[in-house]
């Protein structure tokens, strides 16, 4: 099996994870495609919506960026938009 199936595989294991609220372990599953296929851009993407979610807004965005370095992305275009806009409300960027 190729890297990138094999990356697929855990991104949709996360994606049950994340879910089913599960967002650490999901997190963490992430984190195994990522190590497999640095170069899934899903996997950078959905990492960043799960770490968003746990509040942990400046990893989220530098995960959406990482997806963004790797190829166009609608969604992790998005999400970066929305995470700039949240860590400058909270006065963490400007």
Known sequence: ??????????????????????YEEANAVYDRAIGVYPECTEAWTNKASVLRLLGRLQEAL?????????????????????????????????
């Open 1 to 22: 099996m190729d890297p990138e199936e094999i990356a697929d595989a855990y991104v949709r294991e996360a994606d049950v994870l994340a879910g089913a609220k599960r």
């Open 62 to 94: 530098e995960c959406a960026e990482k997806a963004l370095e790797i190829g166009p992305s609608p969604i992790a275009e998005g999400l970066c938009d929305n995470l700039i806009d949240e860590l400058r409300r909270k006065g963490i960027i400007r």
